[in-house]
């Protein structure tokens, strides 16, 4: 709408009114509220801002993918917890895709046993609160699993137990040459289906791009083994005596217990509606499509990825980004065990020490926003993506 | 016809706000208690509380509270209202303890708060005084071979609670060791020990009263024991709101009545027969004698009713930390004329 046709238009200016009003409203509301907080505030002297981020957080936190100690700053915890919460939701999003898919094409199985347990899955998992279901794996983890002295062993190199999943860690040497050729890799799989694509649509020639893809992908960084200069070396963790009973394992990656049943729960509930929408969308998929498709001679294969799938995707997606944000949000119950998420260590441990609520709760809640709506326009990119084109 | 109606409603709802701002304001400053007055108003104290200590605060299956942190809000009960058990208790996490407090959900926190001066002076409470002289102590398993905090080692897991000093402490303590260590903070008590039990940790650090009381928690309280050094000093006591100083003294006061009492062999039962004694402080004690409650607006037998209703402080004690094998020995918390280091000005 222009401005002539806008200044002309009375009857649409008529119906601006009360949303101005309405909006002038919201905005009342909002600045009372403020300055009510600014004056409670002011009466029991407690001043606002945000100073406090450049203080020494004396603190430690247990688990943290960056350099961390108490001697760093609260900016420095936040960015701590803020990469936990990235990673929890991360691994869980993996997982609970690779197990949603796989659960809802299950649920339609032609195999009686098979289509019966994904069923039972979905109907155990979704109906048990997610707290329960965390308490469970937490608890029924750490009593299952083995104290050090007595670790599952993985090989010599890998153990399991009760303070944590110790894995080897990786030494590198040249890592950044290695990052090349993997990136150089990607360039080349991108090239190689572009010029696929087009043999096949301009010539009707098959090229096997994907196994070209899987063959680019590993020889590349092969290669920089060989003549790149790249070492990988491995540091396996060791079992140490620290006092007549206690025993833990020194070196190496540990993964901690609290990570694992974190991603497990958010992981296995996440799944089962998950795997609803895959089924919503394959059902979705009208019969006639693939029978049309089998009469033109595709195999089945064939119908699934270049029939069924796509058409399945654009019901499976929108339903599927709610629940990678509701994963998302609902890692903050991460601290009811203890894994040293945002909430954790910023809107628990930061906040007690500092007392400033409401600058903490803040930016913790915008934290979130921002998380939730960079998934979100990531995914409506994607849908956007698959969504059907209009000639 | 519906558009100007629904006009109407949002023109009055906005001036509705614009009222409510110019109303709000004003409270502080003025002479008079004004959460004295909402307290008598509203005919119960506000009093925030653990979720669950032994000896400190703790309901039984009734949701009968008790214990010593309990007490000082009963104390304050019987003093402003008349009677001690005229008191609400919310239980508060550590986290939300002090929120609760500014936002005036609760007008005392009485809840093993450790006194500091970051508290005191940065978030707007005071602290009144102490009720419980504490240090944070480390609990092991009996067979660990840990005898003294000595015998840790570089690689230990240590599980304690978010939001408490404990965190700050704990690193203090193995810095100055030089020990490196993997802290595992959970937001409740509960899991704490849940998690020790199952051996996720190798020790377990908070108050030493609170080690003893959550030891009789676990499976097998007989399998783990404190080690002996206290690594900190945690003085624990009342907090309330900055900006009430009048408020401030009567929880003050109530507290160091009931220490006070105790000095004097003042006790619940005999209180009320020592209103004729010749001892002019036990006078002003009891209320025979001078107008102490008046400074605070209050009656004359403020402090007789405390005695009387919730006890001295060796009663106290005995009653919910002693008796109940928290901690028998009084150690620090015994009065200044007995060793310990209980000593509160006098109420004249």
Not at chain 1, 284 to 298: F, M, T
Request: aromatic share 10%.
């Amino acid at each position: 709408m222009n401005l002539k046709t806008f200044s002309l238009d009375l009857k649409n200016k008529k119906r601006l009114i009360p949303q101005v009003l309405t909006l002038l409203f919201i905005v009342l509301l909002i600045s009372y509220f403020t300055f009510n907080a600014q004056v409670n505030m002011d009466n029991r002297g407690i001043a606002f801002g945000f100073g406090f981020l450049t203080q020494e957080a004396s603190f430690d936190i247990g688990f943290s993918l960056i350099d961390y100690d108490g001697s760093r700053s609260y900016a420095r915890a936040f960015l701590v917890g803020l990469l936990n919460t990235l990673l929890v939701s991360v691994i869980g999003i993996i997982i609970a895709t690779l197990i949603g898919v796989t659960v809802g094409i299950g649920r339609l199985s032609s195999n009686y046993l098979v289509a019966k347990f994904a069923e039972v899955y979905v109907e155990i998992f979704r109906n048990i609160p997610l707290l329960l279901q965390l308490f469970f794996w937490y608890f029924a983890a750490l009593r299952a699993l083995p104290l050090p002295e007595q670790a599952m062993n993985f090989n010599d190199i890998s153990y399991l137990t009760v303070k944590g999943w110790y894995v080897p860690k990786f030494i590198w040497t040249n890592f950044s040459i290695f990052i090349y050729s993997v990136i150089a890799a990607f360039i080349a799989i991108i090239f190689v289906s572009k010029h696929a694509k087009k043999q096949r649509e301009e010539f009707g020639k098959h090229i096997p791009s994907f196994y070209i893809g899987i063959t680019l992908l590993f020889a590349l960084p092969f290669l920089s083994f060989l003549i790149g200069g790249v070492e990988l070396e491995f540091e396996i963790p060791v079992l140490k005596q620290m006092s007549a009973t206690i025993f833990n394992f020194r070196g190496g990656v540990s993964i901690i217990p609290e990570l694992m049943a974190l991603a497990m729960a958010l992981s296995m509930y996440t799944a089962t509606f998950i795997a609803e929408n895959v089924r919503a969308g394959i059902l979705g998929v009208g019969k006639g499509q693939k029978e049309a498709a089998a009469s033109i001679g595709l195999t089945k294969a064939q119908i699934l990825k270049l029939v069924v799938l796509p058409q399945a995707l654009r019901i499976i997606i929108p339903p599927t980004t709610n629940q990678y944000l509701n994963l998302t949000k609902n890692s903050s119950l991460a601290a009811a065990i203890a894994y040293p998420d945002i909430v954790l260590v910023f809107a628990g441990t930061a906040l007690m020490q500092t007392g400033r609520a409401i600058e903490i709760v803040s930016i913790t809640m915008g934290t979130y926003l921002l998380l939730s709506l960079s998934i979100s326009s990531f995914m409506n990119w994607y849908n956007q993506s698959v969504a059907i084109k209009e000639k | 016809m519906f558009n100007t109606f629904k006009n109407l409603i949002l023109i009055v709802s906005a001036s509705l706000v614009l009222i409510a701002c110019g109303q709000q304001g004003g409270g502080a400053g003025s002479k008079k208690s004004k959460t004295l007055q909402n307290t008598q108003k509203a005919g119960f104290v506000k009093c925030g509380v653990s979720q669950g200590l032994p000896g400190f605060s703790n309901a039984d299956t009734a949701g009968n509270w008790s214990g010593i942190d309990v007490d000082v809000c009963r104390a304050v009960a019987a003093a402003v209202l008349g009677d001690a058990d005229k008191v609400k208790y919310t239980p508060l996490s550590a986290k939300e303890r002090f929120t609760a407090l500014i936002a005036g959900e609760i007008d005392i926190l009485s809840r093993n708060t450790t006194w500091t001066l970051s508290r005191d002076a940065d978030i707007g409470l005071t602290f009144v005084g102490v009720n419980f002289y504490d240090g944070q102590g480390f609990m092991v398993r009996k067979n660990s071979g840990i005898n003294s905090v000595n015998d840790f080692q570089s690689g230990i897991s240590a599980c304690t609670n978010t939001g408490t000093t404990t965190e700050l402490n704990m690193r203090d303590f193995f810095n100055s060791k030089n020990i490196s260590y993997e802290p595992i903070a959970f937001e409740k008590a509960d899991e704490v020990v849940a998690a020790y039990d199952a051996g996720r940790c190798d020790t377990y650090t908070t108050d030493k009263s609170g080690l003893a009381a959550q030891r009789t928690k676990m499976t097998a309280p007989d399998d783990h024991k404190v080690l002996p050094e206290t690594i900190s000093k945690e003085p624990l006591g009342p907090v309330v709101r900055q900006g009430d100083a009048v408020w401030e003294d009567i929880v003050r006061w109530s507290l160091n009545v009931m220490i006070e009492a105790e000095e004097y062999g003042i006790t619940s039962s005999n209180a009320s027969s020592l209103k004729d004694s010749e001892n002019p402080q036990i006078k002003r004690l009891v209320g025979s004698e001078g107008e102490l409650g008046s400074a605070f607006g209050l009656d004359n037998e403020w402090s007789l009713r405390i005695i009387e209703q919730v006890g001295n402080y060796g009663e106290i004690y005995e009653k919910h930390i002693a008796s109940t094998g928290i901690m028998p020995d009084r150690g620090p918390n015994e009065l200044w004329t007995k060793g310990g280091i209980l000593y509160v000005a006098p109420a004249r």
